[in-house]
C-alpha cells in the first residue's frame, strides 16, 4: 500500500480565504503530481515536481501555485479561494523510470 | 487527437462475464501501460501495468498489449459487482526519460448488473 498522505480530507471555506492543501509521501518518491477532478469527469493534472525546487504547470490552467522544498512535501496554495475552485484534489507521486503513479486519498473543496 | 483515449461508457455487463475494456494511444514509442481502478468519490488505485507485447495475468485480471496497432486493453473475467467502477488506462511515452510522466486517458465507467 502507497504512503501517500493528503490533508484536510475535507474542507468548506468562504470566498476570498487563503487555502493550502498538503501533500506528504513516505516513499523517497522523486516524482510528484497534483490533480483536479469533479465528479464522474476525468483527471487534469494541473503541478508536477520532478525534484526538490522544480515545480511546472501542467496541462490545465490552475490559479494554485505549489512548492517543493522537501522531497516528502508538495503543498498546494490557493491566495483567493473562489466557487469556480470547487473540486476534489488529488496528489500523486512516482519514483523516476519506473513512473506508476501512487495516489493519496484527496482533498474535497467546497468554497462558498 | 487526444494522446490515450477510451470509450467513456458505461460498459454494462452481467455479473460473472467478461468485461473488456480498450484503450488506445498515438505515441508509437510509449514504453509501459497502466490500468487503474477508481470508485465513485474515491482515488485511483492501481490494478496492473505492461510493458512487452502480449498477455499479462494477474488474478481475474489480463491485461494485454499491441503495440503494433497502439492498443492495450483490460480483460475482467468472472465479473462481480464490486468490480463496478471507473477504469482509468495510463500510458508512458517515454521509459527512459526523468522528465517522463505518464499521461491518463479518461476513463471507462464499467457497471456490472447482478
Known amino acids: 500500500e502507497a504512503d501517500i498522505y493528503q490533508t484536510p480530507r475535507y474542507l468548506v471555506i468562504g470566498t476570498g480565504k487563503k487555502i493550502t492543501l498538503e501533500c506528504s509521501q513516505t516513499?523517497?518518491?522523486?516524482?510528484m503530481y497534483w490533480y483536479q477532478q469533479d465528479p464522474g469527469m476525468e483527471l487534469h493534472l494541473i503541478h508536477y515536481?520532478?525534484?526538490?525546487?522544480?515545480?511546472e504547470k501542467g496541462d490545465l490552467s490552475s490559479e494554485s501555485t505549489v512548492s517543493r522544498i522537501r522531497t516528502e512535501h508538495f503543498p498546494l496554495t490557493l491566495e483567493s479561494a473562489r466557487p469556480s475552485h470547487t473540486s476534489q484534489y488529488l496528489c500523486?507521486?512516482?519514483?523516476?523510470?519506473?513512473?506508476?503513479?501512487?495516489f493519496g486519498p484527496g482533498t474535497r473543496l467546497l468554497v462558498l | 487527437q487526444k494522446e490515450v483515449e477510451q470509450n467513456s461508457g458505461p460498459l454494462s455487463v452481467p455479473e460473472g462475464a467478461i468485461a473488456s475494456l480498450n484503450c488506445t494511444y498515438s505515441?508509437?514509442?510509449?514504453?509501459?501501460f497502466f490500468w487503474y481502478r477508481q470508485y465513485s468519490g474515491k482515488s485511483p488505485e492501481l490494478i496492473m501495468f505492461?510493458?512487452?507485447?502480449g498477455d499479462k495475468e494477474d488474478g481475474r485480471f489480463t491485461a494485454q498489449l499491441n503495440k503494433a496497432s497502439q492498443y492495450v486493453s483490460l480483460l475482467i473475467r468472472d465479473s462481480q459487482p464490486s468490480d463496478s467502477a471507473t477504469y482509468l488506462c495510463?500510458?508512458?511515452?517515454?521509459?527512459?526519460?526523468?522528465?517522463?510522466?505518464?499521461?491518463f486517458g479518461s476513463g471507462t465507467r464499467l457497471s456490472i448488473r447482478p
Open positions: 505492461i510493458y512487452s507485447n
Open positions: 495510463a500510458v508512458n511515452p517515454n521509459l527512459y526519460s526523468s522528465a517522463s510522466k505518464i499521461i
Open positions: 515536481s520532478y525534484g526538490v525546487n522544480s515545480t
Open positions: 516513499m523517497g518518491h522523486d516524482k
Open positions: 500523486a507521486s512516482s519514483v523516476s523510470r519506473e513512473e506508476t503513479q501512487y
Open positions: 505515441d508509437r514509442g510509449s514504453q509501459s
